[in-house]
């Protein structure tokens, strides 16, 4: 069975950091696509990053550029998030997802909340 | 980027009601288009990929349709377990994009 299990979300001030962490298990970890999607409180789905299998490829949407970081350690099957110079927007509930593209297998998610 | 828009942002249906969810892209993704299911208080579950391609475990009832810009996903006849929100997302191009989702609920 597939299981992807995020930690390190938490409360912190706007300008300040954080690293979320998903550790994969079920699934064959370095073979995948893997990404974050997060999802603002009663809003909808937004895809954040994703990196490719061997981690030579990463990719992010606009307003995440050069704040994130995403990165994959394959020997320990984990996937993760440095988010530096958090904003109140980037509040969510951030999820783990296997894949690229097509979002196969979803976390329960970790939630993020920047505030003063 | 490639904006995402779905009609109608809400609907209420009684159970075994045939329902239609639109989703349109902003440019062509030709058959490149997902769809999901979030029930509240729960992890998105992958319905459909490439358009019609029904995930394992994903009931019949469910189906897509369409190619280029314009597609749908059809209920055949609703369930008590199918109120939900349903997105779609364009798996074309980076950044991967939603559709802003549509609420099904009991009428």
């Known amino acids: 069975e597939v299981q992807l299990v995020e930690s390190g979300g938490g409360l912190v001030q706007p300008g300040g950091s954080l690293r979320l962490s998903c550790a994969a298990s079920?699934?064959?970890?370095?073979?995948?696509?893997m990404s974050w999607v997060r999802q603002a409180p009663g809003k909808g789905l937004e895809w954040v990053a994703n990196?490719?299998?061997?981690?030579?490829?990463?990719n992010y949407v606009a307003s995440v550029k050069g704040r994130f970081t995403i990165s994959r350690d394959n020997a320990e099957s984990s996937l993760h998030l440095q988010m530096n110079s958090l904003r109140v927007e980037d509040t969510a509930l951030y999820y783990c997802?296997?894949?690229?593209?097509?979002?196969?297998?979803w976390g329960l998610g970790t939630l993020v909340t920047v505030s003063s | 980027d490639i904006q995402m828009t779905q009609s109608p942002s809400s609907l209420s249906a009684s159970v075994g009601d045939r329902v239609t969810i639109s989703c349109r892209a902003s440019?062509?993704?030709?058959?490149?288009l997902n769809w999901y299911q979030q029930k509240p208080g729960t992890a998105p579950k992958f319905l459909i990929s490439?358009?019609?391609s029904l995930q394992s475990g994903v009931p019949s009832r469910f189906s897509g349709s369409g190619s280029g810009t314009d597609f749908t996903l059809t209920l055949s006849s609703l369930q008590p377990e199918d109120f939900a929100t349903y997105y779609c997302?364009?798996?074309?191009?980076?950044?991967?994009?939603f559709g802003p989702g549509t609420k099904v609920d009991l009428k």
């Open positions: 997802v296997r894949g690229g593209g097509n979002f196969f297998s």
């Open positions: 079920g699934f064959t970890f370095s073979t995948y696509w």
């Open positions: 990196i490719k299998q061997d981690g030579s490829e990463k």
């Open positions: 440019q062509s993704i030709g058959s490149s």
């Open positions: 490439g358009t019609s």
């Open positions: 997302q364009q798996n074309y191009s980076n950044p991967r994009t």
